[in-house]
């Protein structure tokens, strides 16, 4: 019996999950090919920060998978090679080998795209200048690590405050480099805290040695064939190396008037993540995902929405019609800002206003633990941000920060958007209690209680 070919693009968290659902659920009846176009089979860049501290035990190991990994004769792995073309009618990819040039054509009965992301480049005069640089995937990686050690590099220039841009401001800082921190918005990780959290973050920042420079229109790079400046709007900016880490676009140019996309470049799949073409499914950072708090589909570029929808699609692969659509996914993150940490999961005011979702807010600051345990103790302060329907009280997002960590707290808001708790539901929720950790009301329950206006709860 002739085994169901299964084509896939991308070797990063939706290319590594199709192939471990492939196997669990079909065994050797799939055969498995799967193309990445780079070199590395594949770099985690939400590990880079790691790496570039040297928390990590080799840089090699910074990866979801080895092609190894796969010993099995039915999973084919090609690094090195570039999927080009779709021909639907024919159910077939052209693939091209980046180390030869040949070209070759490879059957399919299904494909799954995890084409992924690429990071922007400003187009802004000046990119090609040396040590001018991007932060993501395995080559930045390596030639970033070599910059912090090197003495000619005094001044570092970030441009982006989100999640990547903040791992390099922090990296270079903790290398003793100064550090500039730019952004075209209003606040660093505007886009995923509300202004109550990030004004505690941008001081925090800023003690830390960091300049932060918002609303930053970046006009050039200047420098004679190496970066020595960033020109913006309102000054120049002197620096021996500039990180660009300012937000990413589809790598979904090759399929342009085949498969369909919106106006962005992301690829428009249905309820099913099923494609315009039959049979061709797309998952991950290329797509936008259904996000279960805004009720409609945004741009999560998340491993965790990668790898949950190639478990739903494979699943689902030979189903003529899906017995359940994809259920959607929440959005959830967390990341250390020096001393810092916070957890962000769902909506929030930007995202909310983005999605056209109306949403109530309310912030609530507190002691983890008892008022009778000294803040040397560990009895830390802890701010908690809950966004909720103005009507129904539906839970639709919320944050949590300390310098504790308090990170785990973001998964309970996680699974209490997915299963569309009310803020009462939080007031009341069981949790344990021991004041050697938290207090009789758990931190969750006293920000719920705020919410709907209760006495504030004293011990």
Not at 165 to 182: C, D, M, R
Not at 239 to 262: C, P, R, S, Y
Request: proline share 4%; with cysteine.
């Amino acid at each position: 019996m002739e085994k169901t070919k299964v084509i896939i693009v991308g070797a990063s968290h939706g290319g590594h999950q199709s192939i471990l659902e492939l196997l669990s659920r079909y065994g050797e009846n799939v055969d498995i090919t799967l193309f990445e176009a780079g070199d590395y089979v594949s770099f985690m860049s939400c590990g880079m920060e790691l790496y570039l501290e040297d928390q990590v035990t080799d840089v090699n190991d910074v990866r979801n998978f080895r092609p190894e990994n796969f010993p099995q004769p039915n999973v084919h792995i090609l690094n090195n090679h570039e999927v080009k073309a779709i021909h639907a009618d024919q159910k077939t990819v052209t693939v091209t080998s980046i180390l030869d040039k040949s070209t070759k054509e490879y059957e399919y009965d299904k494909l799954i795209l995890s084409s992924g992301v690429k990071p922007n480049s400003l187009p802004v005069p000046g990119t090609d200048l040396e040590n001018v640089y991007l932060m993501r995937g395995y080559d930045w990686a390596t030639r970033i690590k070599d910059k912090l050690t090197d003495p000619a590099i005094k001044n570092v220039a970030v441009i982006g405050a989100g999640y990547i841009g903040i791992e390099a401001a922090e990296a270079f800082q903790k290398a003793g480099k100064e550090v500039t921190l730019l952004d075209v918005i209003d606040r660093p990780l505007g886009t995923y805290l509300d202004p109550e959290m990030t004004d505690i973050l941008t001081e925090h920042l800023k003690e830390k040695g960091i300049k932060v420079v918002t609303g930053a229109k970046i006009t050039a790079f200047t420098g004679e064939q190496q970066v020595a400046a960033i020109q913006t709007a309102d000054e120049e900016i002197a620096t021996d190396l500039v990180i660009q880490a300012a937000g990413v676009k589809a790598n979904t140019e090759w399929l342009k008037g085949v498969v369909d996309l919106d106006d962005r470049g992301w690829i428009v799949t249905d309820e099913y993540l099923q494609t315009n073409l039959p049979d061709v499914y797309a998952v991950g950072d290329a797509t936008l995902a259904y996000s279960i708090p805004a009720r409609s589909k945004m741009p999560i570029a998340l491993a965790t929405v990668a790898r949950r929808e190639a478990r739903y699609v494979v699943k689902h692969l030979f189903e003529d019609t899906p017995s359940q659509p994809f259920g959607g996914v929440v959005g959830s993150s967390a990341l250390s800002v020096f001393d810092y940490h916070f957890a962000a999961s769902g909506l929030n005011s930007f995202t909310a206003e983005k999605a056209g979702v109306a949403i109530r807010t309310a912030y609530y600051e507190d002691t983890i633990r008892p008022k009778y345990v000294p803040e040397e103790y560990g009895n830390t302060k802890v701010s908690i941000q809950l966004f909720f329907d103005p009507m129904t009280h539906q839970v639709l997002g919320g944050a949590v920060l300390s310098t504790y960590d308090v990170t785990a707290q973001g998964n309970v808001l996680a699974l209490a958007i997915q299963q569309k708790l009310t803020i009462e539901d939080l007031a009341e929720a069981d949790f344990f209690f021991q004041p050697g950790f938290d207090r009789q009301w758990n931190m969750i329950n006293l920000a719920a209680q705020q919410a709907l206006g209760e006495e504030p709860f004293v011990e």
